[in-house]
């Protein structure tokens, strides 16, 4: 357990509904990312917070992701209309950012399986 | 662009010793990081490279040449358990952390 905990840990949903996913990070942690991993992929990032500012977002991250931080603590993922190839790992990670060493902590990711 | 490249898969035998290899590509560089996945879990951390050289943690050291674009990590005394993906990631200038597609490694008895 690394102290980052996310929610729930497995969805089952039909296509054309809306999930939202959430992430709790290690709570003296500044910086939260969102990635998504693929059997047999690596993670491949979203987006990250750097306290409730989102710093970026990948060019992967259609209009139907959407991610908040609202008060620089947990962090929530919502997919509207999702489609069959939403089905993936996702995966939070925290970090605090600071001169030298920056390791990010990951949660045990939320399966998500569009039917 | 940004590209990291490593090897899909690897096998080697228990109590050996095994090298991964990682190429990396990237807007700037921030630092690389190697973490090991278990099938189904999280990704969890095993070492940070920032300076050239070698990093030595127990059994497992990293090594990281800017120059060349290269780092690799090293995995000694192998055992059963470490049979996993193991993932290179680059964090670029802008901060942005990229992973590799993860290189996963089988060890036979």
């Known amino acids: 357990d690394t102290g980052v905990s996310q929610d729930p840990r497995h969805k089952i949903t039909k296509r054309g509904q809306n999930v939202t996913f959430r992430c709790d990070p290690i709570?003296?942690?500044?910086?939260l990312y969102w990635y998504r991993q693929t059997l047999g992929q690596g993670p491949e990032f979203l987006t990250y917070?750097?306290?409730?500012?989102?710093?970026?977002k990948s060019r992967l991250l259609s209009d139907r992701f959407s991610a908040e931080r609202p008060k620089g603590s947990f962090s929530t993922l919502e997919i509207q209309r999702t489609e069959q190839g939403d089905s993936a790992m996702y995966l939070c990670?925290?970090?605090?950012?600071?001169?030298?060493?920056?390791?990010?902590?990951f949660g045990p990711g939320t399966r998500l399986l569009v039917l | 662009g940004q590209n990291i490249d490593q090897p899909t898969e690897m096998t080697a035998t228990e109590g050996a010793i095994v090298q991964i290899n990682c190429t990396y590509q990237?807007?700037?560089?921030?630092?690389l990081f190697w973490y090991q996945q278990h099938a189904g879990e999280a990704p969890t951390f095993l070492s940070y490279?920032?300076?050239?050289g070698l990093e030595e943690k127990g059994r497992f050291s990293s090594f990281l040449s800017r120059s060349k674009g290269y780092s690799y990590l090293l995995l000694k005394e192998l055992q059963m358990k470490d049979s996993a993906s193991y993932l290179c990631?680059?964090?670029?200038?802008?901060?942005?952390?990229?992973f590799g597609k993860g290189t996963r490694l089988h060890i036979l008895p």
């Open positions: 990670a925290s970090s605090r950012s600071r001169e030298g060493l920056e390791t990010q902590y």
């Open positions: 709570s003296e942690h500044n910086r």
């Open positions: 917070f750097q306290n409730e500012a989102q710093l970026e």
């Open positions: 990237t807007s700037g560089f921030n630092g």
């Open positions: 490279n920032v300076l050239d």
């Open positions: 990631a680059v964090r670029g200038a802008d901060d942005k952390i990229i």
